[in-house]
Structure formats: structure tokens, C-alpha cells
């Protein structure tokens, strides 16, 4: 899994965020966002666009795993409950696969295990390799 984590190292905008990717597996990823009040938005909740990009990062590196090239098609988010602080998690697993694509469920749960959003992904999978 060398490939796949130095794939994720060179995501620049989930290293400015402090994004942490703790696990990655064939179809599967797992990442971490200590929240600061850098994610925070006018509400003083957790800003839309850093739970997203949390998922969106996982959804990535799981969809990515297997060495080939696999890009987002499709992707929504449903925000369930809000969070101020803390650390978010997001764990991607694959729903299905076939040649061309790939279907990921991503749920963000904050430190109780709450929650948070929903974010569900299809990739296309090229022949490429990473």
C-alpha cells in the first residue's frame, strides 16, 4: 500500500486541512480531522466544505487502493447534526465494483461515534496506474 499512501501525501489540499490518513486497504479508507477554529464557520460550527473534503479524501484514497487511476463521477453528502469541535472521522467502504466502477458509502462520525454526514461516492475506474 506504499502507492496509495504516497498518493494521499501528495493531496496538498487535505495536508493544508490536517487531514490524517490513519488506514488504507483494497477498497477501504480511513482518515481524521482534528477540528480548529480554522474549520469553523460563520455559526461557529464545523464548516460544510471541511466535512466534505474529509470524505471526499477517503472516498479517494479507498477508490484508489488497488493501483489504477479511479476518478469521482458522482458524489452527495447529507450533513445530519452539526459539530464545534473535536475530531471527525470518515471511513470509506466499497459497496460494489466492477471494471468501470465503483460505488463507496462514507459516513463522518464525530469522537462519540455520532453521525455527522453521510457522503456517498461512484467512481470511474481507469486503466491507468497510479
Known sequence: MNTIQQFAQNDTFAELLGIELVDVSEGRAKARLKISAKHLNGHHTVHGGAIFTLADFVFAAASNSYGTVAVAINVNISYVNAVTGGTLTAEAR?????????????????????????????????????
Open 94 to 130: 466499497e459497496m460494489s465494483r466492477n471494471p468501470k466502477l465503483a460505488t463507496y458509502s462514507i459516513p463522518v462520525t464525530d469522537e462519540r461515534g455520532e453521525l455527522v454526514a453521510l457522503f456517498q461516492g461512484m467512481a470511474y475506474r481507469k486503466k491507468t496506474s497510479i
